[in-house]
C-alpha cells in the first residue's frame, strides 16, 4: 500500500513539475536581440515551422512549440507569411502571432483578361497559392456554385468555370485558399454584370451564356476595344446567315496551340471547336473576357465587314469581301 501511495506522489510531483516546466518555457522570452524576419511558408505543417524556429534559435524547445499549438487546436491555423518579429518573443507570443489573422501578410493579384482557367492555374502555383493544379481543379467546376451565382444555373455542373472567372487586380491575404479567390472573382463577375447590361443581354434575344462565350472569342481575337465591337458584329453576321466563325483562337484553346495563323493540318483537326468545320459557337467560353469584350458582344458596331486579322503587332485589318481578306494577308508577314 505505501508502495502504491508513494508511487501516486512520485506522480504528483512529477506532473507538478512538468506543468511548471511547461508554463515556465512557455512564457520564457527569448532575446533575440534585434528584430528579425522569419517567414511561415505556405503549406508547412506545425512541426516544420517549429524546426525552422529551433534552427534559427528563435525557440529552445521545439516540444513546447508543438504541444501548446496542439492544446490550443491552433495547428493547422498557422498563416503563411512573412513577420516582422521583436527582440523580445515567448513561445505563447509565437504561436499566437502566427495564427492571428490580422497579422497575415496581403498579395495582390493579377489575372489578365484573355486567360483561361490554365492559365490561372498556372498563376496561382506561380505565386506559391496553390501546391498543385488539382488543388485548382476542385473549385473549378460549376456545380458547387450554382447554388451562389445565378448566371451559372443554365451550365452542367461538370463544366469549369471558363469565362466567369473575372480578370482583374485582387488584394488577398498570403494563405487565401482556392475557395475564396474563386468566390471572389465570380462575385466580381456578378457585380460587374449589372442590371443594365442584364437587361440589354435578355433583349439582345441571345442567351447570358452566348454572349460570354462571344465576348470570350473576341478578347482573344483583337485587343483594341473599339476593333472588339467590329469583331463581335462580324461575327454575329456569320452567324446569322450560317457562316463558320473561322475564329482561330477557339482550335488554338483546344490544341493549347497560339498560331495566330493555322496550318493546313490544324484546319482538318476534328473538334467541336474547330470553328472552320463547325457551324455556331463552340462547346464553352475559351477565355475570361474583360469588361471591354463583354461590353463589345452585347453592344457591337454595325458594320460592312465580314473578313478581320490581326497582324503579329496586334493591329485589326478589316475587309469586306474575301479577295479584300487574302489581301490584307500581308500584313501577318
Given amino acids: 500500500m505505501k508502495k502504491i501511495i508513494f508511487l501516486i506522489l512520485i506522480i504528483i510531483v512529477g506532473g507538478i513539475g512538468f506543468l511548471f516546466f511547461f508554463?515556465?518555457?512557455?512564457?520564457?522570452?527569448?532575446?533575440?536581440?534585434?528584430?528579425i524576419e522569419f517567414e511561415v511558408v505556405r503549406g508547412d505543417g506545425v512541426n516544420q515551422i517549429s524546426q525552422n524556429l529551433f534552427?534559427?534559435?528563435?525557440?529552445?524547445n521545439k516540444f513546447i512549440f508543438e504541444s501548446y499549438?496542439?492544446?490550443?487546436?491552433?495547428?493547422?491555423?498557422?498563416?503563411?507569411g512573412k513577420y516582422i518579429l521583436p527582440e523580445k518573443v515567448s513561445t505563447k507570443d509565437l504561436v499566437v502571432l502566427f495564427t492571428s489573422k490580422i497579422?497575415?501578410?496581403?498579395?495582390?493579384?493579377?489575372?489578365?483578361?484573355?486567360?483561361?482557367?490554365?492559365?490561372?492555374?498556372?498563376?496561382?502555383?506561380?505565386?506559391?497559392?496553390?501546391?498543385?493544379?488539382?488543388?485548382f481543379d476542385k473549385w473549378n467546376k460549376v456545380g458547387l456554385w450554382k447554388d451562389e451565382f445565378d448566371f451559372l444555373s443554365d451550365l452542367n455542373n461538370n463544366e469549369t468555370l471558363e469565362g466567369y472567372l473575372f480578370p482583374?487586380?485582387?488584394?488577398?491575404?498570403?494563405?487565401?485558399?482556392?475557395?475564396?479567390?474563386?468566390?471572389?472573382?465570380?462575385?466580381t463577375f456578378s457585380i460587374r454584370m449589372n442590371s443594365q447590361l442584364l437587361d440589354d443581354i435578355e433583349n439582345s434575344n441571345r442567351s447570358f451564356?452566348?454572349?460570354?462565350?462571344?465576348?470570350?472569342i473576341v478578347e482573344k481575337e483583337v485587343k483594341a476595344a473599339e476593333d472588339m465591337k467590329i469583331v463581335a458584329d462580324i461575327f454575329l453576321k456569320r452567324l446569322a446567315i450560317g457562316m463558320a466563325l473561322q475564329a482561330d483562337s477557339t482550335l488554338n484553346y483546344a490544341t493549347g496551340g497560339k498560331n495566330s495563323s493555322l496550318t493546313y493540318d490544324e484546319l482538318q483537326i476534328d473538334s467541336k471547336y474547330n470553328l472552320y468545320k463547325y457551324l455556331?459557337?463552340?462547346?464553352?467560353?475559351?477565355?475570361?473576357?474583360?469588361?471591354n469584350a463583354i461590353r463589345a458582344a452585347i453592344y457591337p458596331v454595325a458594320n460592312d465587314y465580314y473578313f478581320f486579322l490581326t497582324s503579329l503587332e496586334g493591329k485589326a485589318y478589316f475587309g469586306k469581301t474575301l479577295d479584300e481578306h487574302k489581301a490584307n494577308r500581308k500584313y501577318l508577314k
Fill in 55 to 60: 534552427e534559427q534559435d528563435i525557440i529552445n
Fill in 168 to 187: 482583374d487586380t485582387y488584394n488577398f491575404y498570403i494563405d487565401a485558399d482556392v475557395e475564396t479567390i474563386v468566390r471572389k472573382m465570380l462575385e
Fill in 69 to 80: 499549438s496542439w492544446l490550443k487546436g491552433k495547428e493547422s491555423k498557422f498563416v503563411a
Fill in 103 to 135: 497579422n497575415a501578410e496581403e498579395i495582390i493579384l493579377q489575372f489578365i483578361e484573355g486567360w483561361t482557367v490554365d492559365d490561372i492555374s498556372n498563376y496561382l502555383f506561380e505565386q506559391k497559392l496553390i501546391l498543385s493544379k488539382a488543388e
Fill in 280 to 291: 455556331g459557337y463552340p462547346p464553352t467560353p475559351i477565355s475570361n473576357p474583360g469588361m
Fill in 209 to 216: 451564356h452566348e454572349v460570354i462565350m462571344l465576348a470570350s
Fill in 23 to 35: 508554463l515556465s518555457s512557455l512564457n520564457e522570452v527569448r532575446n533575440i536581440g534585434s528584430e
